[in-house]
């Protein structure tokens, strides 16, 4: 069968956007413009999937190549991580409150990192200077996350999880 990838190809991904477009995306609070709760497809940012029997993580047309993810990280980095310190932001806000929480935040964040590093392993591009620039990136983050985490309105926040994936960084 030519669709099935042996271990040692290496895979170069083709999408050119932060989501491969799909029909199934479901469109996440910082993917919806604020007041209005439209989606706006050209702020969707890919999700992390879970490894499942019928998914094919080896697709290139779903693959962000490292440029692509390079421009995915500075997204969340300079839109989406500090939005709670930004009037006026202009995605859509939590139900019942005019303000974002870390959790908010962060569940949007972890999920897309995890997305970025599930693609540069997928690429096996992990060795390069620029994804392990990525990388590095990724780890600050969590370790930012740790102290963040520690306020005890959030809820959501697992720091087991979090080490666990700074570990797996």
């Not at 042996?6 to 910082?30: K, V, Y």
């Not at 620039?133 to 990724?138: K, Q, S, T, V, Y």
């Not at 005890?152 to 926040?157: C, G, Q, R």
């Amino acid at each position: 069968n030519n669709n099935v990838k042996r271990e040692h190809e290496l895979i170069f991904g083709e999408c050119q956007t932060m989501c491969p477009i799909s029909g199934t995306h479901s469109a996440d609070l910082f993917e919806r413009e604020r007041g209005t709760e439209r989606s706006r497809p050209d702020w969707f940012v890919k999700k992390y999937e879970r490894a499942a029997a019928d998914r094919d993580f080896t697709d290139v047309k779903s693959l962000r190549p490292p440029s692509v993810l390079r421009e995915t990280m500075d997204y969340l980095v300079f839109n989406i991580i500090d939005v709670d310190k930004k009037k006026n932001a202009p995605y859509a806000l939590p139900k019942g409150r005019d303000y974002y929480r870390f959790d908010d935040i962060h569940n949007f964040v972890w999920g897309a990192m995890r997305s970025i590093k599930q693609d540069i392993s997928v690429q096996r591009c992990d060795t390069d200077r620029f994804t392990i620039e990525l990388l590095e990136e990724i780890a600050r983050y969590y370790i930012l996350a740790i102290n963040e985490g520690r306020d005890p309105e959030i809820k959501s926040f697992d720091a087991k999880l979090n080490m666990d994936q700074l570990t797996d960084t």
